[in-house]
DNA sequence: TACATACAC
DNA sequence: AATGGTGTATGTA
């Protein structure tokens, strides 16, 4: 009945499109049941939005980069010696393992589901009740919401298909930076150098600590953990290993080269840092799911060294990362931002629309940056078509930039060219280089 | 330098 | 109806 009026045979979805729709995160916390299910339903809330139209695009021109790399990879093994290759790359092999350092220990902290835990601790009734924390896309998620598969990064509304009774709370970042100082600074105590990775991670080295206090690096982190649970009611896994390549949750990973090396085996290759949603795929394309898989394609790797990073990858298969941990130096602000999204309007009738939006954010822009005293060398114009086809148009200056809003006016109508007739519907303004401006302020531009 | 892509959190 | 913000690194031209 109702058949004709849909579209004949629309193409099914393709495994890896899926994928995509479901998310960078999906590997992370898998507490899920049926992942591909859940992949299913957040396919079937994206279909027919422009969103996935666009992620139908991109998906479709990594299917055809990695058609590229696979002819490159059979054109590069033509005619050559695979087992001279392997010999050499081999070599390198035993040259990255006799550099192996196993002397200093290093942990890996990650607070367990931390705005969400922060969020419990002030309103006790949300426990045992999933909820995830943020609105229009979640930060993060309840362990109760995760069962549902809900996770960080996915947008609220496909949250609540997934689970109809999820709560929705504001995020409140203040409070995150409250407990995270609190949690940082029990950290320190353990290793003062320590690098703080956002405001719930972090690396710790904790050789000196365990000598002088004549502790053993698990009953180290056991009193940290719980030093931390003392005093701020939240949890903290964490990860000992001789090196800074995190394992995951809480864990030993004995301090010898067998060990290390059987933990990598069969350890998933998008697990490493550094390693996202592409390099997974292009990995794949080529054989390789786990990091002891780096092994076996070693020949095709070190023929293919510009596209996949062979020390990189050689590395990761031993096992062998940065074992230096530094506190990260303090930086001056880099960017200053202002932005302003719209929906509805139309291509040329609304081009005085968007000239006022985008007079809008260059006063925003010249709010911010006169109050707190900032300024830049290069702005840049940054822009989402309705299509979700991002563009940024720059231009640096060798002088620092005036904040008035009609000096960035000026340099924005000479980046913004003919997408001015363009459906747009973010805008963004952005100094690079930002420098405080009382500093700067004696050069500025007239 | 300009721009895009990939990634982390 | 609806799919993030900030920052870094890197490749390419």
Known sequence: MGQELNPPNPSPDTASLVKRLAGPSTTKAGLAKDQSEINRIIAEASKGSKFYDNE???????????????????????????????????????????????????????????????????????????FGVGAGVLSTASYDARKYGVRSGMPGFIAKKLC?????????????????????????????????????????NITAYCEEHNLDPQACVQEMRAFVHKETNLTVSAGIAPNKNKPNGQFYLPFDRESIKSFMQDLPIRRIPGVGRVNERLLDAIGI???????????????????????????????IASNVVEPGKREERKIASAKVHFRTFSTLSDRQQILNKLEEVAAELEDDTERNGWTGKTVTLKYKLNTYQVYTRA?????????????????????????????VFLIFIIYRSARNFCQAILCQLG
Not at 74 to 91: F, P
Not at 291 to 308: E, N, P, V
Not at 412 to 420: A, E, F, G, R, V
């Open 289 to 319: 799911k786990t990091c002891g898989d780096i092994y076996t394609h070693r020949a095709t790797l070190s023929l293919m060294d510009k596209q996949f990073g062979l020390q990189f990858l050689l590395r990761i298969h031993l096992g």
């Open 164 to 204: 109809p009774e999820l709560i929705l709370v504001n995020i409140n970042f203040t409070r995150y930076q409250e407990m995270s100082d609190k949690v940082m600074d029990i950290f320190r105590r353990y290793d003062p150098n320590m690098l703080a990775a956002g405001c719930d991670e972090g690396y710790l």
């Open 56 to 130: 139908k695009r991109k998906d479709k021109e990594l299917t055809e980069r990695i058609n590229k790399i696979l002819k490159q990879r059979d054109d590069a093994r033509q005619g050559v010696d695979i087992s001279q290759i392997e010999k050499s790359t081999d070599h390198t092999l035993d040259q990255l393992e006799s550099h192996r350092d196993l002397s200093q220990v290093i942990v890996h902290v990650d607070m367990d589901a931390f705005y969400a835990n922060v969020e419990l601790l002030h309103n006790p009734e949300l426990k045992g009740k999933p």
């Open 395 to 423: 231009k640096s200056f060798d002088r620092w930039i005036s904040t008035k809003k009609d000096d960035l006016l000026a340099v924005c109508h000479h980046l913004w060219q003919y997408h001015l007739l363009l459906l």
